[in-house]
């Protein structure tokens, strides 16, 4: 019975996912470079003595991309133990263009798997980025 209800509450943790959050060298240029390639809207902006955050949505406010710079002096460091963070797009060519247009710079891809086609990229400030264009329209 304890099993049962361990389990609706990892259910129920699982359902309320509020935001993922990349460290990064420079909130306000990151906040534009995710503005610029994914079309992502700065809901909020938290600036304190030791850091700053942008609060990045996607459009319809279905997921949130915290942007946080340490401002107190310490280092920024990638780690590796982390997969990229994935978003849909609608049109891989088109976003791309942006990607290179805004700094970034294309990994992988594009590249088709399934019904789906795949592309890879890196941002400015050294994040993966993985974009998924889905196949058919029913798959949305």
């Given at each position: 019975?304890?099993?049962?209800?361990?389990?609706?509450?990892?259910?129920?943790?699982a359902?309320?996912l509020?935001f993922?959050?990349?460290?990064?060298p420079?909130?306000?240029e990151a906040?534009?470079?995710y503005a610029?390639?994914?079309?992502?809207?700065?809901?909020?902006?938290?600036?304190?003595?030791?850091?700053?955050?942008?609060?990045?949505?996607?459009?319809?406010?279905?997921?949130t991309?915290?942007?946080?710079?340490?401002?107190?002096?310490?280092?920024?460091n990638?780690?590796t133990?982390?997969?990229?963070?994935?978003?849909?797009?609608?049109?891989?060519?088109?976003?791309?263009?942006?990607?290179e247009?805004?700094?970034?710079?294309?990994?992988?891809?594009?590249?088709?798997?399934?019904?789906?086609?795949?592309?890879?990229?890196?941002?400015?400030?050294g994040?993966?980025?993985e974009?998924?264009e889905?196949?058919?329209?029913?798959d949305?």
């Open positions: 019975m304890a099993e049962a209800g361990a389990a609706t509450q990892v259910e129920a943790a359902e309320r509020a993922f959050k990349l460290i990064v420079d909130a306000d906040a534009r470079f610029e390639v994914l079309g992502m809207d700065c809901a909020d902006r938290i600036d304190t003595p030791r850091f700053r955050e942008r609060m990045m949505v996607t459009p319809g406010g279905a997921f991309l915290v942007l946080m710079e340490w401002t107190d002096g310490r280092a920024n990638q780690g133990a982390h997969g990229p963070v994935g978003f849909y797009a609608d049109d891989l060519d088109a976003a791309a263009a942006r990607i247009a805004a700094g970034g710079r294309i990994a992988n891809g594009p590249f088709s798997m399934g019904a789906a086609r795949i592309l890879f990229m890196t941002t400015p400030h994040h993966e980025i974009l998924i889905r196949g058919g329209a029913g949305r």
